[in-house]
């Protein structure tokens, strides 16, 4: 079936069809329609798989495709153009531009924490540059992966299913997920040199200097951390601050959530059984300071915040990907810049900080995927800002313009005419005719020491050196 | 731990340190490298003399002289490549601070090949080196010669704990790929290239791979046929059409294939004399196996010109093979040696489809006057790079992104590119602690009219180029009523 679906893709992208720009608008307009007409049953879908409340699906999924669809609609003329580059003294006469074309066949797979953004951008982008593209969601988010497939083609399935499409030769592999499935991936993708755009995740550390307007900090943190009930590739995962502040963390849940947040229709659930037992187990032998119930027949678990928690916790060993948020202390920022560069590097990192020189310091001396400085996850929703992580949090990037050029091939193109022979004269053999050359030059030319002038040194050398005369 | 362990481990800890941060101290860095260039041309000619055969002129001509070009223009733009690189904003960020940070990614692996040892295995250290990182350099073993001198002077000119020199083959290559790398840059066939790439995935490591492939040429009856002869000739012979992007082999109709033949021969000549085992600037294999297995594709094949060889010298004629037919055994692989196949096509769509039954190449040659077949040509196949009515060039432009698509590789760099390459370019929004009121619209509980606040900020981008100038002229005139209203009332 897998088999199948990949060489109808193949057969179509061979077919030229999907290279037209017409086409592809047309395409872009057909998902952009689907996603507008189909709302509410996306909503639907969404609230069976991790209840997610019918507000969350429009702002945090379908904008953000919308916003995509509308950019690419927009400026794929522009995109899709031979872009003119600079000649040198050689190249004057001749056409050099680069011409962005399409890779192939784009296997594109999905995750479960957010099925419809993680999978529906990238398939923007496959289609703006051209491509055809086989869309593989979550078997996790089951409601939304069946009623993708009524909608679009696309293949379900699991593990199995997974790895057989993983045995076929795509063009490009687009997955977002974990580490571990990650390297299957690129391993797999490694056997027919297939290039591979790699979003995963990690634990993206969240700094709170006592310089900054705490309550605000805490607001803003807040949200980003209890939305999608934690599962969200770039939540903030944990805390770091001074000890001195530990006590002035607030977060606000009655403000969002009410006093019981099991009853707020924002409030969302945990994925599956197995994810749900994963987080509770992470927090045995803590003490929340706020939080901590939870309801196992719902997979619910209250937004929940533990403080003074070791470095070598279990907590902290891997990304939480739930609604419990650690706070760890450290001494200062820069006891802040050695815990974090210790860890692998995360998707996101959060400075919270009035200090614009210690906002730079401590972006220069880091490295993550993004960054957001006095608020969490906004870098995400700007399209100019290219998304993705580095080291264990990912590879490759997209979002807008990104997406395209990732999922595009910039071939070097350079169009010469059979004229002007006498200029490559230089470049053949016999190899002392080119130093009877130079010579020729210096001779003409009066230069006094070493007179560098390079043109174009790999093919020709008019070099007036001292050396030559 | 071994010694490839320990190479590593220097170089992560010289990383550490953050001393290759400073775009001042990688530029140095860069300027040590220039000068090994000027002042060691003997000891890197001879090397390349005693492992490929080139002259003094031929080696500063193909490997050194790109290089030096390369640095120049790493050292004019790195301060602007390095800076932060603003980006458009939307409405709910007009406010903000927005760019894109470039960053060094760490330790890179540069694993270098025989054909072009230094272009190949500096070229890509260079990028290394300008993006801030540190680079472990594995020259290839088969350039004996090379990588000894690569190994000596290196060390003498860059950071020998940032930049170490690995020698060795394949069980100190795979020691190597054992360790953590942030990036492998790796130049040479696709079948390593898996391996490489498998190796990676163990680690997460992105990886460059710059591969080969058959690179196709064809001929257009209609075209000056003795000029592009001359140009294929070139192009294909070089280094004893030891070239990634050497033009595999000829695609062009029956009726044209004497006077190709003719031309070529003619060049040859030209460029080699009548006997170009004689000529200092013909080259020679690179070492024995290679020299068989080149020899072994012209078992099925006519030979038209050359065919002439000698195992003990490895060398082989520059050589044309005509009638060629696609299953013959020198169209299944890379030839990498001085055979040129012809193959008849009756026609541009039959080329096209011969052209894209096979993997897509590096490169991809077309020679016609006419405009339309150029651009057929281009749209209906792929190729890592394409050039039309020569060889080789585009190669040479540093505006022009160098890399393979498909099997023929991953990734591209050259000038720019190769800084963006080896660079982690990190999205940045800086905002501030203030106007919480706007945030309103995200937090629950949520409402309908909220959603509509939000999906009007995300949805419309503003142009703050023209807010910014009409917010100046409003500045301006109330800066006027109030000098006007102080001053003049």
């Not at chain 1, 069946?146 to 696309?154: A, E, G, H, Q």
Request: hydrophobic share 40%; net charge neutral.
């Amino acid at each position: 079936m897998e088999r199948q679906a990949v060489q109808r893709a193949r057969e179509a992208f061979l077919s030229g069809r999907t290279r037209p720009l017409e086409f592809r608008l047309q395409q872009l307009h057909a998902l952009q329609r689907m996603i507008a007409e189909k709302e509410t049953e996306i909503a639907t879908a969404l609230k069976q798989d991790i209840n997610r409340s019918q507000y969350d699906t429009p702002l945090l999924e379908l904008i953000g495709i919308e916003n995509e669809i509308k950019l690419a609609i927009e400026k794929l003329g522009e995109w899709a153009a031979p872009r003119p580059a600079e000649k040198n003294l050689l190249t004057i006469s001749d056409e050099v531009y680069i011409q962005p074309e399409p890779l192939g066949v784009v296997l594109i797979i999905g995750a479960w924490n957010y099925p419809w953004g993680l999978t529906l951008m990238p398939l923007v982008g496959a289609i703006a540059a051209g491509n055809a593209a086989v869309v593989k969601p979550s078997e996790l988010s089951e409601c939304s992966s069946l009623l993708l497939r009524d909608l679009y083609p696309v293949v379900t399935g699991s593990v199995s299913e997974t790895q057989e499409l993983l045995r076929l030769r795509f063009d490009h592999i687009v997955f977002t997920g974990s580490s571990t499935v990650a390297k299957l991936v690129m391993e797999a993708a490694a056997r027919h040199l297939t290039p591979v755009t790699l979003e995963l995740g990690g634990k993206s550390p969240c700094y709170i200097d006592k310089s900054c307007n705490i309550r605000v900090a805490c607001r803003r943190i807040t949200w980003g951390k209890f939305i999608n009930c934690g599962q969200t590739c770039i939540a903030p995962d944990y805390i770091l601050c001074e000890p001195c502040i530990q006590d002035y963390l607030s977060a606000p849940f009655q403000e969002f959530y009410g006093a019981d947040p099991k009853c707020s229709p924002d409030y969302g659930r945990i994925v599956n059984q197995r994810h749900f037992n994963r987080i509770m187990g992470l927090m045995e032998g803590y003490t929340p300071v706020v939080g901590g119930q939870s309801d196992s027949s719902q997979r619910y678990i209250a937004p929940t915040v533990l403080k003074d928690v070791p470095p070598h916790s279990r907590l902290m060993q891997e990304e939480i990907f739930g609604p419990v948020l650690p706070i760890v202390t450290v001494s200062d920022m820069d006891n802040a810049i050695t815990f974090i560069n210790e860890r692998e590097k995360p998707l996101a990192l959060y400075i919270f900080c009035s200090d614009k020189k210690a906002i730079k310091k401590m972006i220069a001396e880091t490295t993550s995927g993004g960054v957001t400085v006095n608020d969490v996850m906004m870098h995400y929703t700007l399209n100019s800002l290219p998304f993705g992580g580095v080291g264990q949090s990912g590879m490759g990037r997209y979002h807008g313009k990104h997406t395209f050029e990732q999922l595009s091939h910039h071939r070097a193109c350079m169009v010469r005419s059979l004229g002007m022979e006498s200029v490559n004269l230089a470049r053949y053999p016999p190899q002392n005719r080119q130093q009877k050359l130079h010579l020729a030059d210096t001779k003409s030319q009066q230069s006094q020491g070493a007179l560098y002038c390079k043109v174009d040194p790999t093919i020709i050398s008019l070099q007036c050196e001292s050396e030559v005369l | 731990m071994s010694r490839e362990q320990q190479a590593v481990a220097r170089a992560r800890k010289a990383f550490e340190t953050g001393r290759s941060k400073s775009v001042e101290y990688r530029i140095n860095q860069l300027k040590n490298l220039q000068r090994l260039f000027s002042e060691r041309q003997k000891e890197i000619a001879a090397a390349i003399k005693k492992d490929l055969n080139k002259t003094e002129v031929g080696a500063q001509f193909y490997e050194t002289l790109g290089l030096e070009g390369e640095i120049s223009l790493f050292i004019k733009n790195l301060k602007e490549w390095a800076a932060p690189r603003h980006v458009k904003k939307n409405l709910l960020t007009m406010s903000d601070t927005v760019y894109i940070h470039p960053e060094p990614l760490g330790v890179v692996l540069v694993i270098g090949a025989w054909n072009y040892p230094w272009a190949v295995t500096i070229r890509p250290l260079i990028g290394a080196i300008a993006a801030g990182n540190a680079a472990v350099v594995k020259p290839s073993e088969v350039c004996v010669h090379t990588s000894k001198v690569m190994e000596d002077l290196l060390p003498i000119y860059i950071d020998k704990e940032l930049y170490p020199v690995v020698t060795g083959g394949v069980p100190e290559t795979q020691e190597l790929l054992r360790q953590k790398f942030d990036h492998i840059f790796y130049t040479g066939n696709s079948t390593v290239g898996k391996v490489i790439m498998e190796a990676a995935a163990k680690h997460l490591t992105p990886v460059t791979l710059e591969l080969g492939g058959k690179s196709p040429c064809y001929i257009d009856k209609n075209c000056d046929i003795s000029i592009a002869c001359r140009r294929i000739t070139w192009g294909k012979y070089s280094n004893c059409g030891q070239t990634c992007i050497a033009p595999d082999y000829i695609l062009c109709e029956p009726s044209i294939q004497n006077r190709v033949i003719e031309e070529v021969k003619k060049c040859i000549k030209e460029f080699y004399t009548d006997n170009p085992k004689t000529c200092p600037d013909y080259g020679r294999i690179i070492n024995q196996r290679h020299f068989k297995r080149v020899m072994a594709m012209l078992e099925d094949s006519n030979i038209a010109v050359g065919g002439e060889n000698d195992e003990s010298d490895c060398y082989i004629a520059p050589t044309v093979l005509r009638d060629v037919k696609p299953e013959a055994k020198v169209m299944q692989e890379e030839i990498f040696g001085p055979l040129l196949p012809i193959l008849p096509v009756s026609s541009l769509d039959e080329a096209i489809k011969l052209i894209n039954k096979g993997e897509k190449p590096l490169a991809l040659y077309v020679f016609s006057p006419d405009n339309k077949v150029i651009e057929r040509m281009r749209d209906e196949t792929s190729s890592g790079g394409f050039l039309a009515n020569d060889c080789l060039v585009h190669y040479s432009v540093s505006a022009l992104p160098f890399g393979g698509v498909g099997n023929s590789g991953i990734g591209c760099y050259h000038g720019k590119f190769s800084f963006d390459r080896l660079s982690h370019l990190r999205g940045c929004l800086v905002k501030k602690l203030k106007m919480e009121g706007v945030n309103d619209m995200r937090y629950p509980p949520h409402t309908l009219k909220k959603l509509g606040w939000a999906r009007f900020f995300i949805l419309n981008t503003v142009d703050v180029g023209w807010v910014g100038r009409m917010a100046l002229l409003a500045a301006l005139v109330m800066v006027a009523a109030v000098v006007i209203q102080k001053y003049l009332l």
